[in-house]
């Protein structure tokens, strides 16, 4: 096991991409701590996870990390239990994928609220709790760096290649405290933010990126949650103890051309 007795957080960890990374984590032998808005949902989580076999291991904390007081109440859970954290990976996040002209100030304040705020403080308020050889790994997006035709995706591009800008600074930052960060570059990958994204597009639109998906990723498909797992285990474990700064595309090949 990997990640034997490694304490480790996932925000955003009640579906999708952040749920996969716990259960790997889980099935490597961490304990885990969850973090989500929606209480239901975290408790539906809670419950698969502990069918794994190891339902002592598996925390929860419903908090929304776009707001101060969600930050600081993830911070304080961590505090109470006195254990270092070993891992945490900054997963929760939002995407608006609407037309420049129409993203509104709600929208551009709430998608770096949770998308770079977030990473940013709790990071920062998690700080003296981080044990020796802590690992911090950022979800970032292809969208970072690599467009799709008619997919309008300014402000979450924009968000995204700033959680990359951080990750590279601090990187730099903490290094010298010996806690490295990296960060995961996923392609489109079937979550079910992606999927209500995609309900809401015009039948020609949902036509034209199902053909552009199939010609343009090598592997001919997008990604699932656990195509992210692997590579999550492998920068939280002793396997990427000098692997810092780091942006990892994981997208089926899509943004190698």
């Not at 551009?108 to 940013?120: D, E, G, K, M, Y």
């Not at 930052?173 to 209500?196: F, S, W």
């Not at 949650?225 to 939280?236: F, S």
């Amino acid at each position: 096991m990997r990640l034997l007795d490694k304490r480790t957080l996932v925000t955003g960890g009640s579906d999708g991409i952040g749920l996969a990374i716990a259960e790997a984590f889980l099935r490597e032998g961490a304990d885990v701590l969850i973090v989500g808005r929606d209480a239901g949902k975290l408790d539906a989580a809670r419950q698969k996870l502990a069918a794994l076999g190891r339902p002592s291991a598996v925390e929860t904390s419903s908090a929304d990390l776009a707001t101060s007081l969600g930050v600081a109440t993830v911070v304080e859970q961590v505090k109470e239990t006195g254990r270092p954290l070993d891992i945490l990976v900054n997963n929760a996040g939002v995407a608006y994928l609407v037309p420049f002209e129409s993203v509104s100030e709600a929208q551009f304040q709430h998608s770096f609220a949770l998308n770079v705020a977030a990473a940013f403080f709790l990071t920062q308020g998690l700080l003296p709790h981080f044990g020796a050889g802590a690992s911090i790994i950022n979800i970032s997006s292809y969208f970072a760096r690599k467009m799709i035709p008619k997919r309008p995706s300014s402000v979450y591009s924009l968000s995204k290649g700033a959680l990359n800008s951080l990750t590279r600074s601090l990187a730099f930052e903490l290094g010298p405290r010996g806690i490295r960060v990296n960060a995961i570059a996923p392609g489109t990958v079937d979550t079910a933010m992606r999927r209500k994204t995609v309900d809401n597009l015009p039948a020609e639109a949902k036509a034209e990126l199902k053909a552009y998906v199939e010609r343009s990723y090598p592997l001919g498909r997008i990604g699932r949650p656990d195509d992210l797992a692997g590579m999550a285990v492998y920068l939280a474990s002793d396997e990427a103890a000098w692997t810092s700064g780091g942006i990892f595309a994981v997208d089926g090949g899509y943004t190698a051309g």
